[in-house]
């Protein structure tokens, strides 16, 4: 049972890893995997009421991971809907090359903390159609998208699906983790926007605006009030969690919730046809569904290698071969690269008993970090350069050539930093 459960899960990691290749949607792999893991163990327990409580305890911590993530996005896509993110966008001004790349680095920074790292890369990387017009400079400007996203999302506990795994399964505090994973993840963001800046000279040549009739549908006054509510309550949702120690998929849909009423109450004199892409049914219906399918399914294949005691036996094995946790660490970072970084957490949480590394342990705040920024050394290594690579058709190897070298540096500069600052802290 043990070598066909792991059979079936490395084939299934190796569809998600090549879903390009094949052209075979992730989620769709994920999903089967999930279900043939758990298949297969019931079919080889003698006991199936066992298995079915295993299966109704994890399917509780994956809904809540799921519930959470839906909250979000959706409040999200109906910022977005209002044109929300334009408020940013009219904030920067300056055509000068070398200060705007520590504009958009810090906004990236500090927005991805309070979003999430794939939806600030989006927002971003369209925001560089309006202010930029070479390809190669607007290429260099979303590298530098994608290390300051995954930088700016690691040390949030909303700011990155991999830290809201472990903030959900309370291995971090949300205090504890933006204190200590900060200065790390602002180091490993500092670093690559220093190189890319000096390389930045002269004035910008803006893209000529072709007079399009605005598509606006929304006024400034609901543009802003949206906004505003929408940020408040995602920054909202670790206070919920604080006060009254409930999941945070509660808190983030009970900002949900608050935002739902306060769209209606502004709209509430259109008619649906006028409500539009303004409405919540609409952002319900836009949110990235197979994502949602994804995390479901390998969520639930991690689930199932650990109620079989394979990833157990898997952090034997990685103690006795390497030894050194913080090695440990470091290589899944850089191993996220490659693959992606949510069954890595997940599988983490699995191996790695919290009787052994309890809530805040230095272990599982340095995971947050290396798994959040080690996947900005390839553009295919995370969300963020995944949808960057899509929006802006950015080359692979051009990626490796000009970026992923900034990034690993990056990356081990911002490790080196967290190290240190526990040996000394």
């Known amino acids: 049972m ?33 279900v043939l ?32 993530l839906l909250g979000a996005m959706t409040i999200v896509e109906l910022i977005d809907a209002h044109d929300g993110f334009q408020i940013i966008i009219d904030k920067i001004q300056t055509t000068n090359k070398s200060k705007l790349v ?4 810090f906004i990236t920074f500090f927005l991805s903390a309070v979003l999430d790292n794939l939806t600030t890369s989006i927002v971003m990387v369209s925001l560089l159609r309006k202010l930029i017009d070479e390809k190669m400079e607007r290429w260099m400007f979303a590298g530098l998208i994608i290390i300051a ?21 309370e291995q971090v505090t949300t205090w504890n983790i933006m204190i200590k994973t900060f200065i790390p993840s ?17 004035e910008l040549k803006k893209p000529v605006v072709t007079d399009v009739a605005n598509s606006i549908t929304s006024t400034r006054f609901e543009r802003n009030i949206v906004f505003f509510f929408g940020v408040g309550m995602l920054l909202f949702v670790p206070v919920f969690k604080t006060i ?10 009970f900002g949900l919730s608050v935002l739902w009423i306060v769209t209606e109450i502004i709209h509430h004199e259109k008619d649906e046809a006028e409500k539009g892409v303004l409405s919540v049914n609409h952002a319900l219906r ?5 994502s949602v399918l994804f995390f479901l399914g390998i969520l639930l294949s991690i689930a199932a290698l650990e109620v079989t005691g394979i990833l157990t036996d898997a952090a034997t094995f990685m103690d006795n071969a390497v030894g050194n946790i913080n090695i440990i660490t470091m290589l899944i970072g850089v191993f996220s690269a490659i693959v992606d970084n949510v069954p890595l957490v997940a599988a983490a949480q699995g191996m790695y008993s919290m009787d052994i590394y309890p809530t805040d342990h ?14 900005s050394c390839l553009i295919i290594g995370s969300a963020a350069g995944v949808a960057a690579m899509g929006i802006e058709k950015i080359n692979f190897f051009w990626y490796i050539k000009k970026i992923s070298l900034l990034a690993l540096v990056g990356y081990l500069a911002g490790a080196a930093v967290y190290l240190l600052q526990n040996q000394l802290f």
């Open 362 to 375: 230095n272990f599982w705040e340095f995971l947050a970090y290396c798994a959040g920024t080690g996947g």
């Open 149 to 169: 996203a995954n930088a700016g999302g690691a040390w949030s506990p909303i700011g990155d699906v991999t830290t809201t795994m472990l903030w959900i399964g």
């Open 244 to 253: 009254t120690h409930l999941p945070p998929f509660m808190g983030i849909l």
């Open 37 to 68: 893991c758990w298949t297969v163990y019931a079919l080889f327990s003698t006991d199936t009421h066992h298995v079915n409580e295993h299966l109704t305890s994890h399917l509780g911590d994956v809904a809540g991971i799921l519930f959470f």
């Open 2 to 34: 043990i070598l066909l459960i792991s059979l079936i899960f490395i084939l299934g990691y190796a569809a998600i890893t090549l879903e390009h290749s094949i052209k075979l949607n992730k989620a769709a792999s994920a999903m089967l995997t999930g």
């Open 286 to 290: 836009k949110i990235d569904t197979p």
């Open 102 to 105: 520590w504009s958009i680095a």
């Open 186 to 202: 602002l180091v490993c963001m500092i670093i690559p926007t220093y190189f890319i800046a000096r390389q930045m000279k002269g």
